[in-house]
T-cell receptor, first 113, second 117 residues
């Protein structure tokens, strides 16, 4: 069973569209994240939720809106997609406190054309 | 400010060679955590190891070993007798221990390792 699963794995869409990426974890963790990996492989945190509460929002454009319906799910909705949004988006989870291991999903490859 | 530097962008070795991936970090925290992740060509991020700042013991896991030295702010990763399956991008990451920080990872730029047969 996949610990952190995200769908879709590949997404090609046109500029201006709205799209969502879904994420679910079955590890019983209380903290979930979205990270973005750009074309140069650089990884950076976007959001973090702890027990459904937003705790980290790293200067991400407000076209990106995360939603956590429960501890096991964290979805990412992106409005008005731009070319620069093309990237790999990783969902991840950990059990709370700073320093605990973060486990990543397989990534969602988003291409905006 | 916190920062992780992986100065080696790309390394190419021949199978069975030993290879060391360097990682240097900066933080003002006295409590922090260091990680290594592997990203194979298939793209997923695989957790390899976690160390806290109070534990400087080196660690060995099979062909993998890690050398943590606080005096030089380094957390280097060595693969002994490299294999083609070790070809991947390797990321070093830092997580600080300040209150309110629930695990934000600061990643280095990654080192692409190519192991040739």
């Amino acid at each position: 069973d996949t610990a952190v699963s995200q769908t879709p794995k590949y997404l090609v869409t046109q500029m201006g569209n709205d799209k969502s990426i879904k994420c679910e974890q079955n590890l019983g963790h209380d903290t979930m994240y979205w990270y973005k990996q750009d074309s140069k492989k650089f990884l950076k945190i976007m959001f973090s939720y702890n027990n459904k509460e937003l705790i980290i929002n790293e200067t991400v454009p407000n076209r990106f809106s995360p939603k956590s319906p429960d501890k096991a799910h964290l979805n990412l909705h992106i409005n008005s997609l731009e070319l620069g949004d093309s990237a790999v988006y990783f969902c991840a989870s950990s059990q709370g406190r700073a320093g605990n291991t973060i486990y990543f999903g397989e990534g969602s490859w988003l291409t905006v054309v | 400010a916190q920062k992780v530097t992986q100065a080696q962008t790309e390394i190419s070795v021949v199978e069975k060679e030993d290879v060391t991936l360097d990682c240097v970090y900066e933080t003002r925290d006295t409590t922090y955590y260091l990680f290594w992740y592997k990203q194979p060509p298939s793209g997923e991020l695989v957790f390899l190891i976690r160390r806290n700042s109070f534990d400087e013991q080196n660690e060995i896991s099979g062909r993998y070993s890690w050398n943590f030295q606080k005096s030089t702010s380094s957390f280097n990763f060595t693969i002994t007798a490299s294999q083609v399956v070790d070809s991947a991008v390797y990321f070093c990451a830092l997580s600080e221990g300040r209150s309110g920080n629930t695990g934000k990872l600061i990643f280095g730029q990654g080192t692409t390792l190519q192991v040739k047969p």
